[in-house]
Every structure is written in C-alpha cells, then in structure tokens.
Antibody
Framework: QVQLVQSGAEVKKPGASVKFSCKASGYTFTSYYIHWVRQAPGQGLQWMGIINPDGGSPSYSQKFQGRVTMTRDTSTSTVYMHLSSLRPEDTAVYYC???????????????WGQGTLVTVSS | DIQMTQSPSSVSASIGDRVTITCRASQDISSWLAWYQQKPGKAPHLLIF???SLQSGVPSRFSGSGSGTHFTLTIRSLQPEDFATYYC?????????FGPGTKVGIK
C-alpha cells in the first residue's frame, strides 16, 4: 500500500537546523509530487512547500523562503526537508504528504506521513 | 494569498445528528476545495476533493457542496468515529491554504 514514513522526533536549540526525511513506498516515487505541511501545538495546518521527485526546482512558501530546502533521493525514494535558523515558534509536527495528481499537482494531499515532532527550546 | 475561514469553530453533536460545517474563501476558487479529517495525534485524512468528490474509501455519509467562495461539508448521520477536527483547504493557487478547523465534539 502507499505509505510515507517519516523520521523520528527531534529536540533542537534556537538557531540550530533540522533535517526531516520522508520515505515513500508502494508506488512509483517519481510520479507524484510531495508537499510539506506543519502544525504547531493546538493549531491549524500550514503549507511549507512542494517538491517534484522527478526533478526540477522545489517551490516554497514565502513564509519559509531562505530557511527551507527540499531535496530528494530517487535511489531510496526519500524526500528531505532542511529547516534552518530554528526558533521556538518552529515547534510543531511536520508532515509530508503526497499530491494526488500523477506527474502534475492537484494540491490535494493524500496520503500523509505520520508526522515528525520538532521541539525548539533552549 | 487566498485566505480560508470556517464556521463554526466547534460544534457539539450527538450520534445520528446531521452536522454541517461552512468554509469560505477570500476569492473565487471555483471547485478547488478539499476537506480533511484529523483525529488527535494523527495525520489529516483526505475526505473530499473538488468540492464534491468523495475520496475512495470515505463513507457516503460525508458530502460536500459549493463553489466559488462558499462551501459546506455535511455529515449526514454522525458516527462515533466522526468526532474529530475538520479542515477545508483551497487548491486553486499557490500557496495552498487551510481553514482554521472545526472541532466536532460529543454533546
């Protein structure tokens, strides 16, 4: 079955960086875009960006431009997101989610990974 | 950027009740709207896309309607497993944006 499995929880100090992973299985990795969405504790969902596993430049939300980098490794069917200059307000669960469109973006997200909690605290 | 709002922010209902949640977009998004269900500690789950199309495997008691700027999600007969938070999301233009959520709780 289609599955996205994310890396484990992290605790970081302000100013540090974190790198998330999202390993895909059960489908052709390069055929579906991957989005990243985060959710602060008790809050709603915030879109961060999108990457095409088949290549091309990722697209990032203006809110995170300059701090976020999305990459992919086709040999392991894994997408990565690097977030730098962490601050306490970056404490959140970070999800990867597959776009439902085949070789195109519908911007519908299904399925989602299980999420990775990042806690930023001094 | 397109802004999404939802009402109510929370609703209390009983098993078997009909529940309706409203979502509004700050500009015309045609039918580029999705609904997600999220249970505590879990990732969101796609219920409806294209404003009215039911995602595979989603029970038929869920339905969506609307177009343009005004949309609704209806749960026809609330079941115990439906107590959750529901989010709408616009997919018309980048960046995709979610509404603030509606929590459906037990009365």
């Amino acid at each position: 079955q289609v599955q996205l499995v994310q890396s484990g929880a992290e605790v970081k100090k302000p100013g540090a960086s974190v790198k998330f992973s999202c390993k895909a299985s059960g489908y052709t990795f390069t055929s579906y875009y991957i989005h990243w969405v985060r959710q602060a504790p008790g809050q709603g969902l915030q879109w961060m960006g999108i990457i095409n596993p088949d290549g091309g430049s990722p697209s990032y939300s203006q809110k995170f431009q300059g701090r976020v980098t999305m990459t992919r490794d086709t040999s392991t069917s894994t997408v990565y997101m690097h977030l730098s200059s962490l601050r306490p307000e970056d404490t959140a669960v970070y999800y990867c989610a597959r776009d439902t469109g085949i070789t195109m973006t519908n911007n519908w997200f299904d399925p989602w990974g299980q999420g990775t909690l990042v806690t930023v605290s001094s | 950027d397109i802004q999404m709002t939802q009402s109510p922010s929370s609703v209390s209902a009983s098993i078997g009740d009909r529940v309706t949640i409203t979502c509004r977009a700050s500009q015309d998004i045609s039918s580029w709207l999705a609904w997600y269900q999220q249970k505590p500690g879990k990732a969101p789950h796609l219920l409806i896309f294209g404003a009215t199309s039911l995602q595979s495997g989603v029970p038929s008691r869920f339905s969506g309607s609307g177009s343009g700027t005004h949309f609704t999600l209806t749960i026809r007969s609330l079941q115990p497993e439906d107590f959750a938070t529901y989010y709408c999301q616009q997919a018309s233009s980048f960046p995709p944006a979610f509404g603030p959520g509606t929590k459906v709780g037990i009365k």
